[in-house]
Nanobody, 119 residues
């Protein structure tokens, strides 16, 4: 089964930084593109950053210039370095594969990691 374990969240002041980690295993191993999602209560999850095996990267406009996504293919680990954090970045952050997330009947998520940005 797909296993997704996110960590690294916490409480930080505006302008601060956090580094999130995601360790993944199972059928997700061979997926080319991995991504970070976030969700706030009452809202759908949104994809904030994605990265392919070859290092091709995309960011949502809201995080561009502040967040950096990276991955270690050998260790099946993905990271999200978050700098210049804003209160609107507060959310539960999840990792997953967009191709799976967008597939019929797929609803396999980790526990997520809470990021709270507040003075």
């Amino acid at each position: 089964q797909v296993q997704l374990v996110e960590s690294g969240g916490g409480l930080v002041q505006p302008g601060g930084s956090l580094r999130l980690s995601c360790v993944y295993s199972g059928p997700i191993f061979g997926i080319y593109i991995m991504g970070w999602y976030r969700q706030v209560p009452g809202k759908q999850r949104e994809l904030v950053a994605s990265i392919g095996r070859g290092g091709n990267i995309d960011y949502a406009d809201s995080v561009k210039g502040r967040f950096t996504i990276s991955r270690d293919n050998a260790d099946n680990t993905m990271y999200l370095q978050m700098n210049s954090l804003k209160p609107e970045d507060t959310a539960v952050y999840y990792c997953n594969a967009p191709s799976l997330v967008n597939s019929k009947g797929y609803d396999d998520w980790g526990q997520g990691t809470q990021v709270t940005v507040s003075s």
